[in-house]
Nanobody
C-alpha cells in the first residue's frame, strides 16, 4: 500500500523553527515530485513549496527566505525546514507526491497532515 506520513508539527512561538518530514512507502520515491501544502481554517489549501525530480524548487511568496524544501531519495523522505515562523503560518501541513509539477492543481497522493501552530 502507498502511504505518506508527516511528522514534526507542533506548537512554536513566533520567530521559532520547525522541521517537517514526510516519509513515504509503497512508492518509487524518486519518480515523484514532492510538495508541501497547507490549509488554515476557512481557507483554501495552498502550495507552500515544491521540489521536482531533479531538485528544482518552488516556494510561495509568503515563505520565501524563511522556508526550505529538500528531499533525500536514499531515505524516501521530503523535508520542509521552517524558520522565522509567523502566526499566519498556522495551518495543517500536508505532504504531497505527484508525477507532474502542476503546482496550481490539487492532485496526487496525500498524507494525513500535521498541525503547525505559531503562537505566543
Amino acid at each position: 500500500q502507498v502511504q505518506l506520513v508527516e511528522s514534526g508539527g507542533g506548537l512554536v512561538q513566533p520567530g521559532g523553527s520547525l522541521r517537517l518530514s514526510c516519509t513515504t512507502s509503497g512508492v518509487i520515491f524518486d519518480a515523484y515530485a514532492m510538495a508541501w501544502y497547507r490549509q488554515a481554517p476557512g481557507q483554501q489549501r495552498e502550495l507552500v513549496a515544491g521540489i521536482s525530480y531533479n531538485g528544482v524548487t518552488t516556494l510561495a511568496d509568503s515563505v520565501k527566505g524563511r522556508f526550505t524544501i529538500s528531499r533525500d531519495n536514499a531515505k524516501n523522505t521530503a523535508t520542509l525546514q521552517m524558520d522565522s515562523l509567523k502566526p499566519e503560518d498556522t495551518a495543517v501541513y500536508y505532504c504531497n507526491a505527484r508525477f507532474v509539477t502542476d503546482w496550481d492543481k490539487i492532485n496526487g497522493l496525500w498524507g494525513p497532515g500535521t498541525q503547525v501552530t505559531v503562537s505566543s
